[in-house]
Nanobody, 121 residues
Framework: QVQLVESGGGLVQAGGSLRLSCAAA????????MGWFRQAPGKEREFVCG????????YYIDSVRGRFNISRDNAKNTVALQMNGLKPEDTAVYYC??????????????WGQGTQVTVSS
């Protein structure tokens, strides 16, 4: 099975940046599409962005497009989420996930434990 671990979360001021990382333990991610989800307190989990197996195709929801960037390094078996221009509404627990296809978001099957991102105003 695929075991995913996120890191890089923390507390930042509005307008700041964070870089989240997702590492796989014991199995290659080369054959998986990868995505990032987030869940704010009292709200449902939300798909944020995804990247195809080879890294050539990406998708972002409108609220983060232009601010967030998802990338992957299959040689290092890692996935990253660079977040710039952070806003208080970005505050959530962020989860790394793996799937066979990039879309739809309902097909993601493997999940990390999540990392907290808090943006102060």
């Amino acid at each position: 099975q695929v075991q995913l671990v996120e890191s890089g979360g923390g507390l930042v001021q509005a307008g700041g940046s964070l870089r989240l990382s997702c590492a796989a333990a014991g199995r290659s991610l080369s054959n998986y599409a990868m995505g990032w989800f987030r869940q704010a307190p009292g709200k449902e989990r939300e798909f944020v962005c995804g990247v195809s197996q080879g890294g050539g195709t990406t998708y972002y929801i409108d609220s983060v497009r232009g601010r967030f960037n998802i990338s992957r390094d299959n040689a290092k078996n890692t996935v990253a989420l660079q977040m710039n221009g952070l806003k208080p509404e970005d505050t959530a627990v962020y989860y790394c996930a793996a799937a066979i296809t990039l879309l739809p978001p309902t097909q993601y099957k493997y999940w990390g434990q999540g990392t907290q991102v808090t943006v102060s105003s």
